[in-house]
């Protein structure tokens, strides 16, 4: 009875200390295929988005304000230097390309935005020159009623992944 006691024990212990090697082995695979995809798309781009005050009206940046920052929404999608795509969510829907512009080291970025918020929906289209890691509002409104100021704002970036 001792015998068969010794040897379930030494059946366990070595099967735990093959799940740890084999999970340490699937971590390494793991960071080594998150580092391939990495390669593949090396940049990110960010869409945050809230029905908020987008600028600080006080400041002359182009950067979104600390508030928006806080309480916005945020969609992020990896991309190839040179890519198209689209992508929605139950209140954004985001069309864009993204291609080098000369050898600035800045990002051309055409979109097409369509967000629809308790306090509206706006539509954005244009065509900018983006830097890496560089916030710009690309959409801004205030809606004026009688029961208050409503906004709605969209900013973006991209950066390196």
């Not at 600080?56 to 920052?69: H, L, Q």
């Not at 509002?137 to 973006?156: F, L, M, P, V, W």
Request: overall charge negative; proline content about 2%; glycine content about 4%.
């Amino acid at each position: 009875m001792n015998i068969k006691l010794n040897v379930k024990q030494l059946i366990t212990s070595v099967a735990f200390i093959f799940l740890l090697a084999s999970s340490a082995f699937g971590q390494e695979q793991s960071a080594a295929g998150l580092q391939h995809f990495k390669s593949q798309k090396p940049l990110i781009l960010e869409i945050r988005f809230c029905a908020c005050k987008g600028l600080d009206m006080e400041s002359e940046a182009s950067a979104p304000s600390a508030e928006f920052m806080t309480t916005s929404s945020v969609i992020q999608v990896a991309l190839s230097k040179t890519e198209s795509g689209f992508l929605a969510t139950d209140q954004l829907s985001f069309g864009y390309s993204l291609s080098p512009y000369k050898d600035t080291g800045s990002f051309l970025l055409r979109y097409s935005a369509e967000l629809t918020q308790d306090a509206g929906s706006l539509s954005a289209e244009s065509e900018l020159l983006i830097e890496l890691d560089r916030w710009l509002t690309i959409a801004d409104y205030q809606n004026e009623s009688n029961h208050g100021n409503k906004y709605t704002s969209i900013a973006i970036r991209v950066y390196a992944s």
